[in-house]
């Protein structure tokens, strides 16, 4: 099973953040936050991945809070394009038999 | 890099045959990973290979094999197709510089290969 839990579904306007929440409350101390986004008829895409500091790539920032209980991906200015499925996964990082679980993720929809 | 490639892209069989996709991965990626998609669900995992050799496996059955050769490319084998086998197959891999630097355990994936068996 998911270790995460994320809403089924969202909505943003085109040109504005794009705010994703995610709970894993059961994240132990050396696992990682690791987040996917799947467009329609494409294999998953990584976006972005964080222990316990806020991170920023070209993509997206990550937010995670002080007791790693939560995250959030935010994709600063969205497009037509980041509609897609959203998902937040914790794992740990160098355990190559540990699989990714994937849970049904977030359905984003950036709409004009 | 070339990415991941997959083959065939679309396929139909029928239920009791047999199935082969083809997966071709990124330069240099040693490890290569198969998850199914069905519709409307995220993917789950079936199997890893490292080395050639596999080395983790989720909850299916042993009807579903696969291969790793030295060329890192890989395959995923179905027996004795059933109905619910009908998803999406997706083949990812990673390379082995990238674990343990900053936590990095980046997959790589293709874009799969659609079965529908009937």
């Known amino acids: 099973d998911a270790k995460t839990t994320q809403p089924p579904s969202m909505d943003c306007a085109e040109g504005r953040a794009a705010n994703l929440p995610c709970n894993h409350s059961?994240?132990?101390?050396?696992?990682?936050v690791y987040w996917y986004r799947q467009i329609h008829s494409q294999g998953p895409q990584y976006i972005i991945h964080?222990?316990?500091n806020n991170e920023t790539n070209e993509m997206a920032s990550l937010i995670i809070t002080e007791d790693r209980k939560s995250s959030t991906l935010i994709l600063p200015h969205a497009t037509l394009r980041d509609t897609a499925v959203y998902y937040c996964?914790?794992?740990?990082?160098?355990?190559?038999?540990?699989?990714?679980?994937f849970g049904p993720g977030t359905r984003l929809s950036v709409l004009p | 890099e070339t990415g991941v490639t997959q083959s065939p892209t679309h396929l139909i069989k029928t239920r009791g045959q047999q199935v082969t996709l083809r997966c071709s991965s990124q330069?240099?990626?040693?490890?290569v990973s198969w998850y199914q998609q069905a519709l409307g669900q995220g993917p789950q995992f079936i199997f890893q290979?490292?080395?050639?050799?596999?080395?983790g496996r989720g909850n299916f059955p042993p009807r579903f094999s696969g291969l790793q050769f030295p060329n890192y490319s890989s395959e995923l084998n179905v027996n004795a197709l059933e109905l619910d086998d009908s998803a999406l197959y997706l083949c990812?891999?990673?390379?082995?510089?990238?674990?343990?630097?900053?936590?990095?355990?980046?997959?790589?994936f293709g874009a799969g290969s659609r079965l529908t068996v009937l």
């Open positions: 290979y490292y080395r050639e050799e596999e080395n």
């Open positions: 330069s240099g990626h040693n490890t």
């Open positions: 990812a891999s990673r390379h082995p510089g990238l674990a343990g630097v900053s936590g990095a355990n980046v997959l790589t």
């Open positions: 059961t994240i132990s101390g050396n696992e990682y």
């Open positions: 964080g222990l316990k």
């Open positions: 996964i914790v794992r740990l990082s160098n355990n190559y038999g540990q699989n990714f679980v």
